[in-house]
């Protein structure tokens, strides 16, 4: 090893220039990681394959600005050198760095990262006077050099670059090493790979834009970070991630101040940024600091409905009492993503285009500003969804500047819309790749599957002990879990819950872990899902099928026969076999002494033991049932919380595709289940702590803020309730006592009310989280985590392991495989938490799609379909906000119009718009015109008409008008009584969306041009089935994502 210096001029945080002198240590022996390497180099990891006709070494220019290029998979035989790695951390910061960092440990790129500043004969010193670009340069070539010589020129190398005077110069020098331009090299070696051609024009048009900018400025200069943190920590700056009202998208932001290390004692709320200029540059999901302003010019919240069509509403609008009120003063973190954008109507873009094709386009989401871009495709890419990445933001722009990266589809079709849910959620689904399937275990008919024998004591064999059953939504794939209840010697009660053991296949640090890892969680849309993990094991190793073996992962409680207390807990690895494969309906039948026909595992049998194995069955549900009533007993003393929740399932037809989007019907069977899993992710949650007190990845529900309970609280009042709301056992009551005879939805409106004050529950590691704050607020207990569902979290798998590491440990052994830390464990839990968040955003997007698509072809005037009962729950200044039982939609209804008319009842309960006013109290709103005045009372029953508000940038929004003042009288008669509207609606609007989509693919297919969209679903979907089961099982836990904003 040999020891030299490394001189370093680098700014500090003030922005001078340090010249820093470190010890720097050069060896010979540092790998290359190549296939094709002949000098025994320690290749360990990630190796470059030999079969690619040449290698690749990007310039540190490229790496920094064209590194979106390189993501490319088609790329292949990438070599980053070190230099270049290190330029974008010191220049591009953090996030671009660990985007880097991602893109070198993903195994499905074939690319490595060589440190050719350690190696003694690729090492550059720089020269005197020599500029720091120049000796970037010349460090590549050098690097790329020794890495020709080094594998005996079997490969040339190619050296790409953006440096004119490093092509010039070092282009001959070497033979076998080329240096060209990075868009010579795409045009010559990739011109079958178009995006990458596009994408590369696209960030060279956007950084030409950028050189280019007016200095004069738009915006305020952000003050510089240690001014920044040096007002944090003294109190007068707050630090909070920016979120943008998107029904008030020009108007209004709040900056929450939770985890501000503020000192002014009067914040209680969030902050209110009014206004783009106020927001200074920061965009929607932004960390910001902000000051506050004087107290004298604090606003409050606008309390009139808004549609959120962008415009600036007038000074004089209603507004809530003032709060505290800010601007931005600097961004700590810019948490910019894709953006899914629409190009302006074909006149505005031949109005723009006259300055040099640079184009404001329009993002989907509202609450992002126009993205100025620079294309010459803006007339060919008119009516298409296009992702465009933010590059910079200066003071001197108006608009932020961004770049092409993909065009989606045709604006409005089926496909085209669903992948936009998607990039604006972030989520990225690639099928799985050909070296992760090849990890699966084969299960064919000519090479079946089977259990293997274990070494003794590895796993406890149950197949011929315990009756093993599974209680699931009809037509499940992924059965997680399953149950088993029996009677102990003695007079004991021995319950278990049997988890399906997905890390016996998923070994920790395999291609599939790490891409469970990414994907976090199986994602379920409405009319289709994108699993986890491959079918091979989502739907048939791991899936608890009846009568199959299975591995399984078990909690067995011994309960005191009498008081039900736990006198011994066993967890372990199991062998099962589930004898009943249940759904819910039956179970519940077979509870109320029917449905025994309808029992598939017991139709072949003689009729005596048919009688004999039924009772058995019978008798396992109703202690089931009675263990679960006295565990649900337990943690309602302690003050769990019954919230309502948008209950979905599909129904399935004979070919497992989707035929009814159904509203879920309340059974005790349901509870018994969720009460089962629930005990147990408590009792893994306690074992795992335990053992690990500083690394257990445990799930945690915040208490509410109090104010976030006003609304509420209001609504209950103005009814004759009171809610108390000082602790969770205080609320759960107050909601039980809340209830109306002759209304049963003012208790569901109530606990809606109750769920979107909640705040979401997050995974978290407890070395990173006081112990008092471990408490789960909703479910009233003190350790929880998730445990149940291995197949579709990656939460569950973090768990297993832990939980079987906890095992080991008890038994004196070392853990079977490495544990994170803590600081590893947070940011996982971190990521999964984000990734949770997006998949319940994008389930949401896609309902609120479909009933779009659903109305958007029916005349509101005439079809019976577009005529509803609506409930009164919010009062605003203008209107009320509405609830719709037969389709689950919320919304806003307006009492007065543009033109400020009222709304003027008959006297047959009709309603029309006339000169009047709106007088606003706090359980009702009164509409005063010539005919008289009308009270709109708060869960009073109204009749609306549901249209659809068209938007060509954004997503359509529907459009709700009071017609009647008296409830809906539906023309026939519905399956299900008071429920069956809600069956009915929405069995229609999915079935029907999804076979217009399916008829217009094959007009597009008999025309002979396939839409371009279907290859890409083709593609990307997941899974062969389309069902949507497994949505039922984090709503009730989870807090509603849509808070009453308007």
């Avoid at 010589?149 to 040339?156: I, S, W």
């Avoid at 569901?748 to 109750?754: F, N, P, V």
């Avoid at 984090?1034 to 994502?1041: D, F, M, S």
């Amino acid at each position: 090893m040999e020891k030299t210096e490394k001189v370093l001029h680098l700014k500090s945080s003030r922005g001078r220039k340090v010249r820093v002198v470190r010890e720097h240590y050069l060896r010979e022996d540092v790998p290359c990681f190549s296939a094709l390497c002949e000098a025994n180099c320690r290749n360990e990891g990630k190796v470059l394959p030999g079969d690619v006709t040449h290698y690749v070494v990007p310039d540190v220019g490229v790496v920094r600005d064209f590194l979106e290029v390189l993501e490319f998979a088609e790329l292949r035989g990438i070599v980053f050198m070190q230099t270049a790695c290190q330029s974008v951390q010191h220049h591009r910061g953090r996030r671009q760095y660990n985007r880097l960092r991602s893109l070198l440990r993903d195994p499905r790129h074939n690319c490595i990262l060589f440190s050719n500043e350690f190696q003694t004969y690729s090492y550059c010193p720089r020269e005197k006077g020599e500029s720091q670009e120049k000796w970037h340069s010349r460090c590549v070539y050098h690097a790329a050099v020794w890495y020709y010589n080094h594998l005996a020129g079997q490969k040339p190398v190619v050296m790409i670059t953006e440096d004119q005077e490093a092509m010039v110069e070092y282009s001959s020098l070497s033979t076998g090493v080329y240096v060209i331009s990075t868009q010579e090299y795409l045009q010559t070696f990739w011109p079958d790979l178009p995006a990458a051609n596009e994408l590369y024009t696209s960030i060279a048009q956007a950084l030409r834009v950028r050189e280019s900018e007016s200095q004069e400025r738009e915006y305020v200069e952000h003050l510089p970070l240690e001014v920044l943190e040096a007002g944090i920590k003294s109190g007068r700056y707050i630090q909070g991630t920016l979120n943008v009202n998107k029904h008030r998208a020009q108007t209004e932001a709040f900056v929450r101040i939770e985890g501000s290390t503020s000192k002014n004692s009067e914040l209680s709320s969030d902050v209110l940024v009014p206004g783009w200029r106020q927001r200074n540059r920061a965009v929607h999901g932004d960390v910001v600091v902000v000051e506050l302003l004087p107290r004298v010019e604090w606003r409050g919240r606008e309390t009139a409905l808004s549609n959120g069509d962008g415009e600036d509403r007038p000074a004089e609008e209603p507004q809530s009492q003032p709060m505290p009120t800010g601007r931005v003063v600097g961004i700590l973190q810019r948490n910019w993503r894709d953006y899914v954008v629409t190009f302006p109507p074909r006149e505005e873009v031949q109005s723009q285009s006259r300055n040099s094709q640079r184009i404001l386009v329009i993002p989907w989401d509202c609450r992002i500003p126009k993205i100025r871009i620079c294309t010459q495709q803006a007339e060919a890419l008119q009516d298409q969804r296009v992702i465009v990445r933010l590059d910079s933001w200066e003071s001197s722009s108006l608009y932020p500047n961004g770049h092409c990266v993909q065009v989606l589809g045709v604006a409005g079709q089926l496909e085209t819309e669903v992948a936009t849910i998607l990039v604006e959620n972030s989520i990225r689904v690639l099928p799985f790749s050909e070296a992760q399937l090849k990890e699966m275990p084969v299960n064919s008919a000519d090479c079946p599957w089977r259990v293997e024998a274990g070494p003794e004591g590895q796993r406890r064999d149950l197949r011929d002990s315990h009756l093993v059953f599974s209680v699931d939504p009809p037509g499940c794939e992924d059965v997680d879990d399953t149950l088993s209840v029996r009677e102990l010697p003695g007079g004991n009660l021995e319950l278990g819950v049997h988890i399906a053991d997905v890390t016996h296949f998923v070994p920790a640090g395999s291609l599939t872990d790490l891409e469970a890892r990414s994907r976090a969680t199986t994602y379920y849309l409405a009319d289709r899902r994108y699993d986890m993990l491959p079918p091979v094991l989502s739907a048939d190793l791991c899936s608890l099928l009846g009568g199959v073996d299975r591995y399984a992962m078990s909690v067995l409680w011994e309960l005191d026969g009498r008081s039900l207390a736990v006198q011994d807990v066993w967890f372990g690895r199991t062998l099962i076999r589930s004898s009943y494969q249940l759904h819910y309906e039956l179970a519940q039948g077979l509870l109320e002494g029917r449905g025994a026909e309808e029992v598939a595992e017991l139709a072949d049998l003689p009729v005596e033991e048919k009688k004999q194995r039924l009772g058995e069955l019978r008798r396992a549900l109703e202690r089931l049932t009675h263990v679960a009533r006295h565990l649900r007993a337990q943690r309602d003393r302690g003050g769990a919380l019954e919230l309502e929740g948008v209950e979905v399932r599909a129904q399935l037809d004979a070919e497992g595709n989707i035929a009814a989007l159904v509203p879920r019907q309340p059974l005790e069977v349901h509870e018994t289940v969720a009460e089962c899993m629930i005990f147990a992710n408590h009792w893994v949650a306690k074992k795992i702590q335990a053992s690990f007190p500083h690394q257990a990845l445990l799930r945690h529900h915040p208490p509410p803020r109090q104010e976030f309970f006003s609304q509420l609280c209001e609504s209950a009042s103005a009814r004759g309730f009171s809610i108390e709301t000082r602790s969770n056992k205080a609320l759960a009551v107050s909601l039980d006592r809340a209830v109306d005879p002759s209304d049963p939805l003012v208790n569901r409106l109530l606990r809606m009310m109750a769920t979107q004050a909640m705040s979401n529950a997050l995974y978290f590691s407890t070395g990173s989280c006081p112990e008092e704050q471990y408490y789960h607020y909703g479910l009233a207990l003190k350790h929880y985590t998730h445990f149940t569902s291995p197949i579709r979290r990656y939460a569950d798998i973090i768990v297993h392991r832990l939980l079987m590491a906890a095992v080991e440990k008890d038994h004196g052994a070392e853990p079977w495989v490495a544990l994170p830390n803590n600081k590893e464990l947070q940011e996982q839990a971190q990521q999964i938490n984000n990734k949770n968040r997006a998949a319940q955003q994008a389930q949401k997007q896609s309902t609120e799609l479909f009933q779009y698509l659903y109305f958007r072809d029916k005349d509101p005037l005439t079809d019976e379909r577009c005529m509803a009962d609506a409930v009164i729950y919010t009062i605003r200044a203008n209107g009320v906000l509405v609830f719709i039982p037969r389709y689950g939609i919320k919304g806003g209804v307006y009492l007065k119009n543009r033109e400020g008319q009222v709304v003027s009842v008959r006297p047959d309960g009709g309603c029309d718009w006339q000169p009047g006013m709106l007088h606003r109290f706090p359980d009702r709103i009164s509409a005063s015109t010539a005919q008289g005045t009308h009270n709109f009372n708060l869960f009073d029953h109204i009749t609306v008409r549901i249209s659809v508000q068209v938007s060509r940038c954004h997503a359509d929004s529907l459009y709700l008008e009071v017609v009647s003042s008296r409830p809906h009288q539906c023309t026939e008669l519905e399956p299900g009584g008071a429920r069956g509207p809600g069956v009915q609606g929405k069995s229609e609007l999915v079935q029907e969306v999804v076979r217009s989509a399916e008829e217009a693919s094959q007009l597009e297919e008999e025309r002979g041009r396939a839409p371009e969209i279907a290859g890409e679903e083709q593609e990307f979907r997941q899974s062969t089935g389309v069902t949507l089961y497994s949505v039922l099982q984090e709503i009730g836990e989870l807090a509603l994502l849509e808070l009453a904003a308007r």
